[in-house]
Structure formats: C-alpha cells, structure tokens
C-alpha cells in the first residue's frame, strides 16, 4: 500500500495536439497501452481521480471533467479538476507521460508532505537540463485554491493563462530526474515514436501488453510466458508458422474450459468429472395417465387371431321420435322419418311400363 493515500488526482487530458496534427494524444497507444492509461497506472490509490477534457475510455473508473471554455488552458482544466477534489494534497500530471513511474509519484508526494518551516506549498519535477515541470507535481490544495483565486482576481478569468504566474505564486520544492525519463512528454510524431523504440528495447513491452489485455477481459492469473512462447516457436518451426497462433489458442481455450468445469463442480461433486458423464435428467411432474385395461382370454382378436386391446367408444344418447334435441350435443333438431319438409320440391318420377312405351 501506498505511505500517501489521502490525495486526489488531476489529470490534463485537453489540449488540440496542433504538433500531432489534431490527433488524440491521450489516447495514442505506446507500448499496447494508451497514453493516459499509462499515467492512470502510477496513481492507482489515489482517492479520486479526474481526468479534464474530452470523454475518453479508461483503465479503470475515472471523475470526467471539461474546463469552461474547452481548450482553455491549463489553468483552466486545473481549477475545473480541483472543483472534484476534496483531498488535502492533489497531484497533478499531464496525460503524455509514457515514463512516469509510481516511485517518482511517491517521491513527489513525500516531498509536497514533509514538514518544514514554513512548510513546503508543494513540489514539482526537474529535468537534467534545469527545467520546472509543472504539469508532474504535487500540491498541496489549499494554496492551490488560494493562489487560482488570486489569478482569476487580477486577469479576471483563467482562459488562456500560463502556468508560469501559478508557480511564482506558491513555495516549491524541486525533485530532480536526472535522466529526464519521468519528465519525458510527447509532443510531436517524433517523441511518440521515441518512446515507442525506447519501450521496445528495453523489453517490458511485452509483459505491460499482457497486463494490459488481462485488465482488459478482466481475468487475474499467472502466465508463464516463456512457456508459452516455447510452443509457439515449436508449432511454427515444426508445423506451420499459422500453427503458432492456433496452439496457444486452443491451449488457453483448454485451460479456460477446465477451469469453467472446476468451479462448476466445487460444493457438488469432491471427485473430477469424467469426459461424456451426464446428469440424470430431472422428471417433469405432469398429468398421470389412466392404465391400459387387461387383455384376457375373452378380449376381441385381429386378423391374425392375437388379442387386440378394445376401444373406448363414447356413447351418444339418440333422441327420440318427437323430442327437440338429445342429452347431448349436437343440438339441431331431429324431425320424425316421416315427416315432408316443407320447402321440399316433388321430384319427378321416371316414367316406366306403357308410359315409357307411349312415349
């Protein structure tokens, strides 16, 4: 755990990146992992984290903030972020920070927090070459406030201000970076491709790229790289280079699938579940079926003289001569066999004998 948690953090995320041709700089990837979510990494127990400028995904949960007019500055977006914190220490940073690391976070927070008389208003970063970095700092946010206040006083309103009258304004303490490697931002194509080849040689690449995707899908498990890429060497050179992507993916679908299998039998079952065993299927309840009536010496037989089961017939009441309608359905009338309908037509009758003759 941190020696620092109660502070707040402040991360500028605004600026139109006119030197990178209007592109979204925090969301540039380096390393496979975006800018900010970079800078998102070296605070990670901050108690609240705002993030000013553009909605952007994240990492991890993040307060959205956007500074009044957007792309008014930076003291603009800080007095929007601060408006969200409510720690007694804040730390600032700016969202092109791929070499900032969670040891210069801690360095800057102890120094900002130690005691002194008078005590210090806040510290900041310094490069090898001597100069301040405002935007990797922290302060402390009651001088802060005071001294945005005191800007906002004399210029009226903080669009468009530097953040050099900010730093006139508060006592700091300087951190030194000797090797300028925590202060390097990215400002141009140029230093993002820098960061990118200075990444690439010093080999953490790939294992922040593993980190990365598992924080991604959400999942929490060791993986033994050097195994896996032993296999995937193997399957290429021995197989097909296409071999190579296919085996790590069926050896990590096999590993999901049998953990899937383990946490769907604990509390059930103490012993392993055998490949093609399958629960008894449960008996739905349902309506009861009346028994199917005996076959004995007397039972009706077929054509081929076996006994046949007998037939349920429903009888039906006839009505009779004169009644309307019987017991039961149908309803229409039954009429006498005698009796003439009375929109009946004579039928002529053939004529037979010497009629026939005559004829």
């Known amino acids: 755990m941190s020696e620092h948690p109660d502070y707040d953090a402040i991360v500028l995320a605004g600026g139109a990146a006119r030197r990178l041709g209007g592109a979204d700089k925090p969301a540039l990837p380096v390393g496979g992992r975006a800018l900010l979510d970079r800078v998102l990494a070296t605070c990670p127990d901050a108690a609240a984290t705002v993030v000013v400028g553009p909605a952007r995904p994240t990492a991890r949960p993040v307060v959205q903030a956007l500074e009044d007019p957007p792309g008014g500055g930076p003291l603009a977006a800080l007095d929007a972020g601060l408006r969200h914190t409510t720690a ?12 900032l690391t969670a040891g210069t976070v801690r360095a800057l927070l102890e120094a900002a927090t130690a005691g002194g008389d008078p005590p ?12 301040d970095q405002p935007l990797v700092a922290a ?19 903080l669009t468009g201000l530097p953040l050099r009258p900010l730093l006139s304004a ?3 303490v300087r951190v030194p970076d000797a090797t300028s490697t925590a202060s390097f931002d990215c400002d141009t194509w140029e230093d993002i491709g820098t960061a990118r080849a200075r990444i690439r040689e ?3 690449v790939l294992d922040e790229w593993i980190t990365a995707v598992k924080a991604e899908l959400g999942i929490d498990l060791d993986v033994d790289t050097a195994a896996l890429l032993d296999l995937a060497r193997d399957a290429a050179h021995g197989v097909a280079r296409p071999a190579a992507p296919l085996t790590t993916f069926l050896v990590g679908y096999a590993a999901g699938r049998q ?9 059930r079952s103490p012993r392993w579940p055998t490949a093609g065993r399958r629960r008894p299927r449960p008996k739905r309840p349902g309506r009861r079926r009346r028994p ?7 039972s009706p037989r077929n054509d081929r003289g076996r006994a046949r089961r007998p037939v349920r ?8 001569p004169g009644q309307r309608h019987s017991a039961g359905p149908p309803t229409h009338r039954i009429r006498r066999p005698d009796a003439r309908r009375r929109d009946a037509r004579p039928v002529p009758r053939r004529p037979r004998g010497i009629a026939a003759a005559r004829r």
């Open 88 to 99: 007694p220490t804040v730390l600032v940073l700016s969202a092109d920070l791929p070499f």
């Open 120 to 131: 210090p208003e806040g510290a900041l970063l310094r490069d090898a070459e001597g100069r």
């Open 139 to 157: 302060y402390r946010t009651a001088p802060l406030r005071r001294a945005l206040d005191r800007l906002r006083s004399v210029h009226g309103a």
């Open 170 to 172: 508060l006592a700091l």
């Open 202 to 204: 010093h080999g953490h």
């Open 259 to 267: 953990e899937a299998t383990w946490r769907s039998c604990r509390g």
């Open 292 to 298: 199917a009536p005996r076959l004995t010496k007397r």
């Open 313 to 320: 017939r429903r009888v039906r009441r006839r009505a009779r």
